[in-house]
């Protein structure tokens, strides 16, 4: 038999439980119960199974996972298929000196944990062309709002409104809307193609997709003038691998930039989150939310590093504050700042190109598939210039063309009836752009492709040429991180002669517990993993190690899938239909509509946004005749404990 769970996780029992009753007043073990849950909820336990022991939980989870089948996603909109270099994957994802990273509460003992963090942050100043850079957010879409209420902190004479971009990616807009609503925000559409200055009056910003989610690739330099002509700030959400090649937004006159550091080496994990950046230029340094590493000198006159400007986190400033110190994601940008390390300037360029190339063949090999009509061509692929999404126009065939795609393993992502967006990526094959071209013919009832080997002659010759990308944008500002690594005690295999990359892809297969990076963290934190395994962070329990073994598990956390969309639903989000058919079979005869309770965790100014936002629907739940409504709320990690507030 092995261990089971509950005896590895902590909780109340005995003595603890009886003081914790004394203290809150309590006579009878269920009465907090009683009024923080529904009466339907309390009318006895379920019939559950038996429960498992660990491995076996673990196996079963394994089990579930294998029940998806991903396919091959090309939806883009800021979620890209990635290759993890597995001096990555070994070294940092595997390793618990690196995966119980959480909140450095000391972080002057993780010395090794914030130069890594450093090295994220010197690595995105540089790709955006901006002087200072955060150590990570949480994902695009919530940097995108602190983009947003950066820019109102900033605004004065009481500015409340926030232009945007209309091809924005959809997961934004809907993260922004949320924030915007509950501070009075008035969001506006604003078109770059087609501006119009009307949208920037009363506005404290400007926020522009860079590349938009159907691929439009505009310059920056026309927004940034006309935003600063109408006072308000610019802030760009910018690919990162694409500035690997374009004009950087500082260098086009942006005030902020933020995106997702995903396609840096970090699988998709069934959507994320994953680590977000933001950069911003010098003026605006104290706005800056989030954690930022600074570098300064010890007692002795050697380097150290440090937390700086801390004064903005909740824990000191409260409901004032403008960061946040648990939105950061430490692990995950940690490995894309060594994804940047592990290929350097000219290996980010090179993946880059290649990744342009195929969007490239693969716009011509479609614009010359389709056949005219008295509306117009039946496939029309938006033209100029692009990175690596395309926006191709079916009339009336669009869900057509993702349901080919879906029989032969593609996820493309159906805009609307008669259009699908597509991107290339790193992992892009020929045979994934061969099945492109013969997805669009099967659905817009052409032949399948011809030549050769069934390979669209116009793919193979496209995918030949050295590209560049479209004319008229500049070289980026990528260049200073030049040589193997930013710093020595950084490299992968740092003082040493190490392995051939070729090695280094062949010794997956070796199994043994450590690998190529040295048994210490970056900058000589420990000498030995197991004791710098909770270094000055709160860490991963017992329990939650042993789950993370299910992270690499073939169609697990790690696989390069997405919550699914339309035909495609049932192939990637098997997981999770099975286990509602679970709870089905539990027969759980709660009238649940008749009573909600909501349970709220939130710290600082993200705390007072939520329970804004949160009053807002609560009124409407109460207006539009639903049930009895309970709130509780959670003060949470570096406040001291408010209890359970209840109506």
Same mark, same amino acid.
């Given at each position: 038999?092995?261990?089971?769970?509950?005896?590895?996780?902590?909780?109340?029992?005995?003595?603890?439980?009886?003081?914790?009753?004394?203290?809150?007043?309590?006579?009878?073990?269920?009465?907090?119960?009683?009024?923080?849950?529904?009466?339907?909820?309390?009318?006895?336990?379920?019939?559950?199974?038996?429960?498992?022991?660990?491995?076996?939980?673990?196996?079963?989870?394994?089990?579930?996972?294998?029940?998806?089948?991903?396919?091959?996603?090309?939806?883009?909109?800021?979620?890209?298929?990635?290759?993890?270099?597995?001096?990555?994957?070994?070294?940092?994802?595997?390793?618990?000196?690196?995966?119980?990273?959480?909140?450095?509460?000391?972080?002057?003992?993780?010395?090794?944990?914030?130069?890594?963090?450093?090295?994220?942050?010197?690595?995105?100043?540089?790709?955006?062309?901006?002087?200072?850079?955060?150590?990570?957010?949480?994902?695009?879409?919530?940097?995108?709002?602190?983009?947003?209420?950066?820019?109102?902190?900033? =605004?004065?004479?009481?500015?409340?409104?926030?232009?945007?971009?209309?091809?924005?990616?959809?997961?934004?807009?809907?993260?922004?809307?949320?924030?915007?609503?509950?501070?009075?925000?008035?969001?506006?559409?604003?078109?770059?193609? =087609?501006?119009?200055?009307?949208?920037?009056?009363?506005? &404290?910003?400007?926020?522009?997709?860079?590349?938009?989610?159907?691929?439009?690739?505009?310059?920056?330099?026309?927004? =940034?003038?006309?935003?600063?002509?109408?006072?308000?700030?610019?802030?760009?959400?910018?690919?990162?691998?694409?500035?690997?090649?374009?004009?950087?937004?500082?260098?086009?006159?942006?005030?902020?930039?933020?995106?997702?550091?995903?396609?840096?080496?970090?699988?998709?994990?069934?959507?994320?989150?994953?680590?977000?950046?933001?950069?911003?230029? *010098?003026?605006?340094?104290?706005?800056?939310?989030?954690?930022?590493?600074?570098?300064?000198?010890?007692?002795?006159?050697?380097?150290?590093?440090?937390?700086?400007?801390?004064?903005?986190?909740?824990?000191?400033?409260?409901?004032?504050?403008?960061?946040?110190?648990?939105?950061?994601?430490?692990?995950?940008?940690?490995?894309?700042?060594?994804?940047?390390?592990?290929?350097?300037? @000219?290996?980010?360029?090179?993946?880059?190109?290649?990744?342009?190339?195929?969007?490239?063949?693969?716009?011509?090999?479609?614009?010359?598939?389709?056949?005219?009509?008295?509306?117009?061509?039946?496939?029309?692929?938006?033209?100029?210039?692009?990175?690596?999404?395309?926006?191709?126009?079916?009339?009336?065939?669009?869900? &057509?063309?993702?349901?080919?795609?879906?029989?032969?393993?593609?996820?493309?992502?159906?805009?609307?009836?008669?259009?699908?967006?597509?991107?290339?990526?790193?992992?892009?094959?020929?045979?994934?752009?061969?099945?492109?071209?013969?997805?669009?013919?099967?659905?817009?009832?052409?032949?399948?492709?011809?030549?050769? @080997?069934?390979?669209?002659?116009? %793919?193979?010759? %496209?995918?030949?040429?050295?590209?560049?990308?479209?004319?008229?944008?500049?070289?980026?500002?990528?260049?200073?991180?030049?040589?193997?690594?930013?710093?020595?005690?950084?490299?992968?295999?740092?003082?040493?002669?190490?392995?051939?990359?070729?090695?280094?892809?062949?010794?997956?297969?070796?199994?043994?517990?450590?690998?190529?990076?040295?048994?210490?963290?970056?900058?000589?934190?420990?000498?030995?993993?197991?004791?710098?395994?909770?270094?000055?962070? &709160?860490?991963?329990?017992?329990?939650?190690?042993?789950?993370?073994?299910?992270?690499?598990?073939?169609?697990?956390?790690?696989?390069?899938?997405?919550?699914?969309?339309?035909?495609?639903?049932?192939?990637?989000?098997?997981?999770?239909?099975?286990?509602?058919?679970?709870?089905?079979?539990? @027969?759980?005869?709660?009238?649940?509509?008749?009573?909600?309770?909501?349970?709220?965790?939130?710290?600082?100014?993200?705390? *007072?946004?939520?329970?804004?936002?949160?009053?807002? *629907?609560?009124?409407?739940?109460?207006?539009?005749?639903?049930?009895?409504?309970?709130?509780?709320?959670?003060?949470?990690?570096?406040?001291?404990?408010?209890?359970?507030?209840?109506?």
């Amino acid at each position: 038999m092995g261990e089971r769970f509950t005896s590895r996780h902590l909780g109340l029992a005995g003595d603890s439980a009886a003081h914790v009753r004394r203290v809150l007043g309590l006579g009878e073990g269920q009465r907090i119960m009683e009024k923080a849950l529904p009466a339907p909820l309390r009318a006895g336990p379920p019939e559950l199974p038996p429960p498992l022991s660990e491995a076996a939980a673990i196996e079963r989870l394994a089990e579930l996972a294998g029940l998806n089948t991903p396919g091959r996603p090309m939806i883009g909109l800021g979620y890209y298929r990635t290759i993890t270099p597995s001096v990555l994957r070994r070294g940092i994802m595997e390793n618990p000196s690196w995966y119980t990273a959480y909140t450095p509460y000391q972080p002057e003992i993780s010395q090794g944990r914030l130069e890594a963090l450093f090295v994220f942050q010197t690595m995105i100043s540089e790709l955006t062309g901006l002087p200072v850079a955060n150590a990570s957010l949480l994902d695009e879409a919530t940097a995108a709002a602190e983009a947003m209420l950066l820019c109102h902190r900033v =605004a004065r004479g009481g500015r409340s409104r926030f232009a945007l971009d209309v091809d924005v990616f959809p997961q934004v807009r809907a993260v922004l809307e949320t924030r915007a609503e509950p501070l009075g925000i008035e969001l506006v559409d604003f078109d770059p193609e =087609a501006p119009d200055a009307s949208a920037l009056e009363g506005a &404290a910003g400007l926020y522009i997709q860079y590349q938009g989610a159907s691929g439009r690739l505009a310059g920056l330099g026309p927004a =940034a003038e006309m935003a600063h002509g109408a006072g308000a700030l610019l802030a760009v959400g910018a690919d990162p691998l694409m500035l690997a090649l374009v004009q950087s937004p500082g260098a086009a006159g942006a005030d902020v930039a933020v995106g997702s550091t995903q396609r840096f080496g970090v699988p998709m994990g069934f959507g994320g989150p994953h680590a977000a950046y933001m950069a911003v230029r *010098q003026q605006l340094v104290r706005q800056l939310p989030g954690r930022l590493v600074g570098l300064s000198r010890d007692a002795q006159g050697d380097p150290a590093l440090r937390l700086a400007l801390v004064t903005r986190e909740q824990h000191i400033r409260r409901d004032k504050a403008t960061s946040n110190v648990c939105t950061a994601q430490v692990l995950l940008a940690v490995m894309a700042a060594m994804y940047g390390v592990w290929h350097g300037p @000219d290996g980010l360029r090179r993946i880059a190109t290649g990744v342009n190339a195929a969007a490239e063949g693969l716009r011509k090999a479609l614009d010359g598939i389709g056949h005219k009509t008295a509306a117009g061509p039946s496939v029309e692929v938006r033209p100029g210039p692009m990175f690596d999404t395309l926006a191709v126009r079916v009339p009336g065939r669009a869900e &057509a063309v993702v349901e080919a795609a879906n029989g032969l393993g593609l996820k493309l992502w159906l805009h609307d009836a008669d259009t699908v967006y597509l991107s290339t990526d790193e992992a892009t094959t020929t045979q994934d752009l061969v099945d492109v071209v013969n997805s669009f013919r099967a659905g817009c009832g052409l032949e399948s492709a011809g030549g050769g @080997d069934g390979e669209p002659d116009a %793919v193979l010759a %496209v995918l030949k040429e050295d590209r560049q990308i479209g004319a008229g944008l500049d070289a980026a500002n990528f260049g200073s991180l030049g040589g193997c690594c930013p710093t020595p005690s950084a490299c992968v295999d740092a003082g040493g002669a190490g392995l051939s990359p070729a090695e280094t892809q062949q010794t997956n297969t070796v199994g043994a517990p450590g690998g190529l990076l040295p048994d210490r963290l970056p900058g000589g934190c420990c000498p030995t993993p197991s004791a710098c395994v909770d270094a000055g962070g &709160a860490g991963l329990s017992p329990a939650e190690t042993q789950q993370a073994d299910t992270v690499g598990a073939p169609g697990g956390l790690l696989s390069d899938r997405l919550p699914g969309q339309g035909p495609g639903l049932l192939h990637v989000d098997a997981y999770r239909l099975e286990t509602l058919a679970q709870l089905d079979d539990l @027969d759980l005869d709660t009238e649940l509509e008749e009573a909600v309770t909501v349970v709220e965790w939130g710290m600082g100014m993200a705390e *007072q946004l939520s329970q804004d936002r949160l009053e807002i *629907q609560l009124d409407r739940a109460r207006g539009a005749g639903g049930g009895e409504v309970r709130r509780a709320t959670v003060r949470g990690v570096g406040e001291r404990w408010r209890g359970v507030a209840l109506p």
